[in-house]
């Protein structure tokens, strides 16, 4: 069964720092998301993403975030330079249409020091 | 703006007694409604989502959730608790006319006794 896909599964990084997360959603899909939870907090819903641009966004997704898809298959979360809260799982998500259900990746736990 | 609210952060159940989880939401048109299920150190796994028609909605491993409107509740329901039924468990509403994001709720973790 397709399943979306996330690296790395762990990232550590220091205060200022910019990351990446990369994440490959189900290949026929056109959706694309963004969450993250806190540790002990619900999902929060940070960006989505269609047809090569972002669709709508969160007032979490300041301007230390962006999101690309650089070629067919990736789709990538950044963060300029991190603080101490951006310290989450951050989950990416896809599907092939808003009215769809959501297939989630198993998520990137980023710590910030 | 629509919302989640799950009442209960932590429930406790015996294995073998009845599974409630509640869910209700706010949402000024007709949402989308799904449970997510997440084991721990593991990423969301769908359990069953509501868009229309039927308002009684089956999912895996034997739960299921009524869409009743008049109540704005989408509670969730298994009738024999299980041990591997341990985890955290998310309500989540969605407009398909927003782009499909998902609202979730804070969350529910069950947990369950032998």
């Known amino acids: 069964e397709p399943e979306v896909t996330q690296t790395p599964s762990h990232q550590v990084t220091q205060m200022g720092q910019e990351v990446i997360l990369r994440c490959v959603p189900i290949s026929n899909h056109l959706y694309f998301y963004w969450y993250r939870q806190i540790l002990g907090q619900k999902v929060e819903f940070l960006v989505s993403?269609?047809?090569?641009?972002?669709?709508?966004k969160s007032e979490i997704f300041d301007d230390q975030f962006s999101v690309e898809r650089p070629d067919g298959s990736n789709f990538t979360l950044k963060i300029r330079s991190t603080k101490l809260e951006d310290s989450a799982m951050y989950f990416c998500?896809?599907?092939?249409?808003?009215?769809?259900?959501?297939?989630f990746g198993p998520g990137t736990r980023l710590t910030v020091t | 703006a629509q919302s989640v609210t799950q009442l209960g952060s932590h429930v406790s159940v015996s294995e073998g007694a009845l599974v409630l989880l509640r869910c209700n939401y706010s949402?000024?048109?007709?949402?989308?409604l799904f449970w997510y299920v997440q084991y721990p150190n593991q990423g969301l796994q769908l359990l069953l989502k509501?868009?229309?028609?039927?308002?009684l909605v089956k999912g895996i491993n034997g739960f299921e959730a009524e869409f009743k409107k008049s109540e704005t509740s989408f509670h969730l329901t298994k009738p024999s608790a299980h041990m591997s039924d341990a985890a955290e468990y998310f309500c989540a509403v969605s407009l398909y006319n927003q782009g499909g994001k998902l609202i979730f709720g804070q969350g529910t973790e069950l947990s369950v006794k032998p």
């Open positions: 993403f269609y047809n090569n641009e972002i669709s709508e």
């Open positions: 949402s000024s048109v007709p949402p989308y």
């Open positions: 509501y868009t229309t028609g039927a308002t």
């Open positions: 998500a896809s599907n092939p249409g808003p009215s769809y259900e959501q297939y």
